[in-house]
């Protein structure tokens, strides 16, 4: 077996750590950590929902994703210098708005939109996965806020979401790249799925490796036994709240 | 079983068809039609790659998408109007041009760029996959046009890349989404694959509904024999090229 | 004489086609081809007018212009990528809104908008005249779908309207540029009249060749006869509709 | 016959002057008033030339075009505020651009732009035909600048150009609208006339009034007349120049 | 003492002239110069506040800045062309905007916004204090014409504000720098006071050459003086209202 | 004496951290905290200067200022989405370019750019003196960092810079008010100094209270004493640097 540049195991993620209520101001929030990989999630309640909702009665979830320009190996320029949000960036927080929503009962809390921002304070690797599975904490406690508040009655989330990348490194199956194998690897795809094992997304993608189905099957295994991890991570995190 | 809106099976494509050289102008052009999807593909050779190719004796392939204002149910407000491409639009665009990278051996055509244009006419759900389906089409018919004025020795893409749709509606796994279908499935995945049965790019997403991971092995086993049926067609059309 | 390029002669069109109801999503449609220059142009109808027409009883019509990427000869960049219209895209736009505003009666259909686009599939020179003399066909299509559903009760345009381009050509008036004799073209001027001759705009325009009032009017006289004759065509078109 | 708003014959400009170097800075300049409309026309000389002409031995004049917030009636929106020249704006920078190199020899000041900026102070009807008056008398002093200067031996136009507007008004034909009767003209048209009567541009319009082709001459006769009027104007102006 | 390039004395301001009423269409404008320093300040009335002020019964004064191209000694790119104001442009947009409402009793003329554009015909340093100078006769007449027309008892400005340069020299503190001293100073403040000699702005910047309190402090006691004078200058200008 | 809202004697800072090299992957970093305002600041070595600056031997240091969405009390759009920087976050960042150039020695590191980015992690008012201050320590460990490498010889700053507001708050002078007082303040100014109390900037705005000079001057007072007390927390910070 080829040893992975961090000495990981082929199945091991890095430490994680989901740190709730990070931010004084904010609902809800998590600063969430994989590896060298933080990133801080918010959740903000506002009062009013997108056009095509008015008089639904029916809330909304939504995100987006940004990074800092120095959270990258050498600096990025910062997208509102540019002018415009990247490609790149649209689709991680397209991805991150249905990942939370595939959970969230958006007919329990009224006409109300959670904006959920992600934040890469340091990036190393997944900052989507890191972000969906921090998103998610800051998203629940700000639905206990409005709970404890009485604004609702119950919590609106019918189950945990996380995320985590799977690649072909060196020929071998690993889970959670940084970004040392992230860069290097032959094939690279994300997982999105609930506590109970449900698939929400999957993104599998081989720009210069197409890949057999066995070893997307493979990587799929992987990715379950991570999943189910992070759920258990994020439980503990959230735990906390009375 | 029940019964799909169009009276298709299961397994069935709707009418395909691969119009080679519609287009006067352009190096290479496939009209591709799923049904009532019309999408036009041109290939135009660029003499100068992307800054981070300048001097690696490297090429390039790209690939840009649009809608026609009028190609959907009702009017879509023109991209150029409002100043900037939407995130789907790049989503797509991005996806479109990986999918053709995978089989293209970037280091044997020169400092040259193919820019690959994916302008739908008409749409009724799979436009992406109709557009990477033609996208290779025209692509071939380029570099055809290239090795017939000799630049180049031989036609650098390594097999035919396809794509497909498939979807979970009314509880079966049904191919080839229409968008009576798409805009009522319970799930959705688009499958990019090689005529050797490689898997290039995977998307899953399962917006308000999280599906099982047999579920999923269900879409990927219909793919398989829709990618293969349009790679059929795909030689077919470029059997006319001498 | 001096030959034109086409080996036409100098008071004769390319050959013309109206193809009603080419689209399928739009209230009406129209694919219109002057030879190698074809734009498909689509009339779809919306409820809303500009603010300055509401509770006006009025409404309004309006057109978009466009080219696909590759309809020109060499790639041209899309509109939508770059972030802005050019200035030529709207000086375009607004002439084709203005001729067709020309003939329509806009206190006969209440507060609705036409919004007529008109997107370039192919370039070959006269695409701005192309474009008029095919919305107006589009335009006629939806107020007859409006009509037989008995919004309205009676088409409300007064007349059809067409364009037609002239120019001196290596000294010769000549009718209906191509894209080689408008590249070369002393002097280029585009007409847009109606049916009973009347004059709804003219451009005239001589950038490195002031021209002599004698030349301009051989040039009016050559568009009266070409727009007589794809009034006929219009007419032949839309006498398909019951 | 009906009398105008101004009380001027149907053929009588308004008060027109000329005041050369106007502005401290530039190479050439001049404040034109057509009455109540006045447009502070300056020509900056610099050293490059637009990619297309690089290296090709020849110069090129451009010309930008803008109004002050509160020059209008009622105070028009900054183009700069909204982040965008409107269509109209484009328009008259490109017609003041063309009427400008209709005259002038750019193959005889090197590789030399001229960029000619028409920034209107006061708007009263007329702001193209006064911008394009004034915007040669700013060409003429730069160029006389750069021949003093030993740059040039000689001045590089052909002749002096000139414009004027033409309408039809309470079904009268006037010259030299301004705004009262522009905003309730039937048609109306501009002309960009030569020295030697020839013509450079046409644009007539008829939103809401086609016109017969009588009236249209009828335009074209009063223009002339108007135009030769300016041009004796400008020379005036210009022969204080040593 | 060291000369200064204009040979002017260190505590002496330039000429300046403030010309009441120059725009035809304004509510309220002032041509203002401060030697070659000419900036058009008009105020335009507007019905609506912004949304923070609605139905607040308050009304709102906020400034925009523009330069002319061709204002400043080399051609400057036109911020509307370039799609954007620069910082510089907002920045002094926004002091011209708080130093207007430092003398405004906003709660005082209803839900009323005054706009005043101040535009830089030609600059020669100084534009920003101008500007300010300027902006105050221009506000004054504007609201004098609501309350010539009954539409408010008084008028609602506390007294007079007006504002003026000082910088470091060759080691000499100076009044009211030009372009030729501005370029070279050593350290620049602006000073915005009001005619009873309060404080409304400073803002006092040393790039390359970090000043002593004692420096600053002899720079405050010359713009006291420079202030009284314009201030003068603004009630022998507005004295002509009756 | 009023009691301050957080009970801080009116000459006392908030507690103040700065924390060096918070960043993994920024030659230089610092997050600042000033209470519950925390600043990441980020410096960043890049290899080419602006080109004004090419071929002269000279470096550059610039600045870049942004707030995370949800830093503040209520969530702010982000300014990447909006696609344009805010007139308040350009007047920030040059500010604090300007603050830290007025210290470095520009011909003493090569053609080299320090961008220094300064993002706001949590806000509660004087975010701007706290990135200056926490700016200038990444500044001088990225500079220490190139010292180390061999790349300069010495640290091309000539003192240490901070900055500090002060305010006027129910009639008493205060010393770094926070987003409670900020927003209540009768006036509020902004001091940047060196370690050796000379003045860098100085500004001071009165939005609805213009106020004495008297006053003034008490500002400064406080704001000395604030300084040099920043001053010591940046030594001890920078005093773990070997």
New interface residues.
Partial sequence: MPQRPSGRAANALRPVSLELGF????EG?CLVKFG?THV?C?A?V?DSVPPWLRNSGKGWVTA?Y?M????????TQ????????S?????I??LIG?AL???TQIDKFGETQI?V?C?V??A?GGTRTASITGAYVALYQAFHKMKTMGVIPTIPLTEPVAAISCGLHRGQAVLDLDYAEDSSAQAD?NFV??AS?????????????????QE?LGL?ALAKDGIAELVKLQRAALSKLT
């Fill in positions: 931010a004084k101001h904010a929030s060298d801080l918010t903000s506002e987006e940004g800092l320009p120095r959270s990258t190996h050498t600096r910062r997208e509102a210098a540019k002018g415009a949000q490609g790149r960036t649209q689709e927080q397209r249905r929503r595939a959970v904006r921002d934040d304070i340091q190393d795809a799925m609930t094992g449900k698939l929400v997304e999957v993104q599998a993608t081989a720009e210069d490796y197409a890949f057999e189905e997307f799929l």
